[in-house]
């Protein structure tokens, strides 16, 4: 399935720490890209991913706002959220596979990422378990492309 995959896609996935269960989370990194996350601030082979303010989101389980963005990937533009009050990165817990291919400090991480692997990130970015945390996701593990998302 790994074919044809494109930076922005949304890949449903077996979660490398347990194939049983499947994850959906955005590709920002291919294959042989430089990833770096600090400060909340994405880049990609050391470019900058712009962002566009485009208000709050008010989460639907309680009185808590997030500040909501575009974010553009080649062809897809969508909205990410950030808590200006969390921490920049969790830092990992544990040691992923392959995790010598990445650099982390309190800001942030920057990663390689390994071939026949991808970098995924949740667009919910300060509540999102992803490859920050648990590492990079094997080609071999996705399923599929996410077409289309129901409101």
Not at 120 to 148: C, E, H, M
Request: glycine letters at 8%.
């Amino acid at each position: 399935m790994s074919s044809g995959l494109q930076r922005g896609d949304i890949v449903v996935f077996e979660y490398p720490e347990d194939t049983s269960l499947s994850y959906a989370k955005r590709i920002v990194g291919l294959p042989g890209d430089r990833i770096s996350y600090y400060n909340k601030r994405l880049k990609i082979n050391d470019e900058e991913i712009q962002v566009r303010r485009i208000g709050d989101y008010v989460h639907k389980d309680g009185p808590i706002r997030s500040l909501q963005y575009l974010e553009r990937l080649g062809d897809h533009e969508y909205a990410i959220l950030i808590e200006p009050e969390a921490p920049a990165v969790v830092p990992p817990v544990r040691a992923f596979p392959l995790n010598e291919h990445c650099a982390h400090t309190a800001e942030g991480l920057s990663c390689r990422v390994p071939d026949g692997h991808y970098f995924v990130l949740g667009d919910n970015r300060d509540n999102s378990s992803d490859s920050r945390t648990w590492g990079f996701v094997p080609a071999r593990n996705i399923i599929g492309k996410v077409q289309y998302i129901l409101q």
